[in-house]
């Protein structure tokens, strides 16, 4: 009887703690998601203060673009000189 009462104790006790681990988990992620999203908003202010804009690089028109093959890429005995 005792054991019962001592394992149904130790049950509560643990599904207490366990809540309570998720909740602070979850502050823990809120305060992170919130700390991230205060930076990008400030990082984007100065960017737009100092005139930074988004630019691409590369333009690679839509019949350029294929799928390489990395076996015959590996496989090939041209190799790529140092520029």
Known sequence: M??????????????ILQAAW????????????????SGQYSTNILAGMMNYSLKTYI???DEERRSVSTRDLLRSRTRFAAP
């Open 59 to 61: 333009e690679v028109p």
């Open 22 to 37: 998720n909740e602070i988990e979850g502050r823990i992620l809120a305060a992170q998601r919130a700390c991230t999203v």
């Open 2 to 15: 005792i054991v019962v009462l001592l394992g149904t104790l130790l049950f509560l006790v643990l599904a």
